[in-house]
C-alpha cells in the first residue's frame, strides 16, 4: 500500500467553510498527485507536485490550492467549499520517473461532503 | 493533452466467461498504459501495466493488449469469478514529461454467478 495515509477519511463540512484534506507518504516518492473521484467520471486529477514546492495544475484545479513544504505531506485545500466539491479524494504518489512511467500507489480515499 | 475513453461503462458476465474492456488515448507520444481494479469502498490498485515498446502482457488469467497505430489498448479476464466484480479503470501517462497520469471513466463489471 506504499505507506499512504490520507486524513481526515471521513468529513462534512458546510458551504462557504475551508476544508484541508492531508496526504502522507513514507516511500520518499517524489511525486505525489490529489484525484477526486465521481461518478461517471472517474479519477480526474486536481493538483499535483514533482518535488518539494513545486506543483502544478491538473483537469479540475478551479477552488483548490496544494501544498508541499515536505516530501512526505502533500495537503490539497479548498478555499470555501461548494457543493459541487463533494466527493471522494485520492491522493497518489509515484517515485522517481523513468524512460516509461511508474505505477502510481493511491491512499485509502477521503470521503468528503459538502452541505 | 491526453484524453482517455473507455468502454463499456458497464459490463455484466455469466462466471466463468471472458470479459474485455477497452480504451482509446488521444496522443500518441503516451507510454505507459495501467490498469486499475477498485472495489467498493477501496482504493483503486494496480493489476497489470503495459509499457509501448511491449504488444502484449499476460498475468495469470489477466492480460493486456496495445495497439499503438489505433491508440487503443484492452484489458481482457477470462474465466471470470465472482471477485472479478468492481470498477475497473484504465490510465495513460501524460507524455509531457510531468509524470501525470489520466484515467478513463470506468467499467464496472458484474460477473454472475
Known amino acids: 500500500d506504499a505507506g499512504i495515509t490520507q486524513s481526515p477519511r471521513h468529513k462534512v463540512t458546510e458551504t462557504g467553510t475551508p476544508v484541508t484534506l492531508r496526504c502522507h507518504q513514507t516511500e520518499n516518492h517524489r511525486y505525489m498527485y490529489w484525484y477526486r473521484q465521481d461518478p461517471g467520471h472517474g479519477l480526474r486529477l486536481i493538483h499535483y507536485?514533482?518535488?518539494?514546492?513545486?506543483?502544478d495544475k491538473g483537469e479540475v484545479s478551479d477552488g483548490y490550492s496544494v501544498s508541499r513544504s515536505k516530501t512526505e505531506d502533500f495537503l490539497l485545500t479548498l478555499e470555501s467549499a461548494t457543493s459541487s466539491q463533494t466527493s471522494v479524494y485520492f491522493c497518489?504518489?509515484?517515485?522517481?520517473?523513468?524512460?516509461?512511467?511508474?505505477?502510481?500507489?493511491f491512499g485509502e480515499g477521503s470521503w468528503l461532503t459538502v452541505v | 493533452g491526453e484524453n482517455v475513453e473507455q468502454h463499456p461503462s458497464t459490463l455484466s458476465v455469466q462466471e466463468g466467461d471472458s470479459a474485455v474492456i477497452k480504451c482509446t488515448y488521444s496522443?500518441?507520444?503516451?507510454?505507459?498504459f495501467p490498469w486499475y481494479k477498485q472495489e467498493l469502498g477501496k482504493r483503486p490498485q494496480l493489476i497489470i501495466d503495459i509499457r509501448s515498446n511491449v504488444g502484449e502482457k499476460k498475468d495469470q488469467r489477466i492480460a493486456v493488449t496495445l495497439n499503438k497505430t489505433a491508440k487503443h489498448f484492452s484489458l481482457h479476464i477470462t474465466e471470470t469469478q465472482p471477485e472479478d466484480s468492481a470498477v475497473y479503470f484504465c490510465?495513460?501517462?501524460?507524455?509531457?514529461?510531468?509524470?501525470?497520469?489520466?484515467f478513463g471513466t470506468g467499467t464496472r463489471l458484474k460477473v454472475l454467478a
Open positions: 497518489a504518489t509515484n517515485q522517481q520517473g523513468s524512460k516509461y512511467g511508474n505505477t502510481i500507489y
Open positions: 490510465a495513460a501517462s501524460d507524455p509531457s514529461g510531468t509524470y501525470k497520469y489520466i
Open positions: 507536485s514533482y518535488g518539494v514546492k513545486d506543483t
Open positions: 496522443d500518441s507520444a503516451s507510454n505507459y
